[in-house]
């Protein structure tokens, strides 16, 4: 299948060319992918994309999702790491978005161990 068969018009294949383009440079200079994982995330086409370019850049990804989301065996394979969080709950975000920062602050100048 060639990427003239997915599209569906000239015009919808430079609109998703130029959205490659702004998510892989905005992408590149992060220090890991941050997922707030929803049950409808595999049905974004960005989302899927964006997913996509991290694993191709050799991000860590990290997934913060309620409690009690599907959350596929292989993107389970990909993440660093997952944290729970329960919706009822506004302290417990806040203890995610805490372990999240402290994350960031030790990942940033390694290496990926993907």
Request: charged share 30%; net charge positive; proline share 5%.
């Amino acid at each position: 299948m060639s990427t003239r068969d997915f599209f569906k018009s000239i015009e919808q294949e430079k609109e998703w060319r130029d959205a490659l383009q702004r998510n892989k440079d905005g992408l590149a200079n992060s220090a890991i992918f941050l997922q707030l994982w929803s049950d409808g995330i595999s049905r974004d086409p960005l989302a899927c994309m964006q997913l996509g370019l991290c694993m191709m850049m050799d991000k860590p990804i990290h997934i913060v999702a309620p409690h009690g989301s599907d959350i596929p065996v292989n993107m389970r394979k990909v993440a660093l790491s997952i944290d729970y969080f329960d919706r009822d709950k506004p302290k417990d975000l806040e203890r995610v978005a805490g372990l999240i920062g402290n994350r960031i602050k030790n990942q940033r100048g390694k290496e990926s161990p993907l």
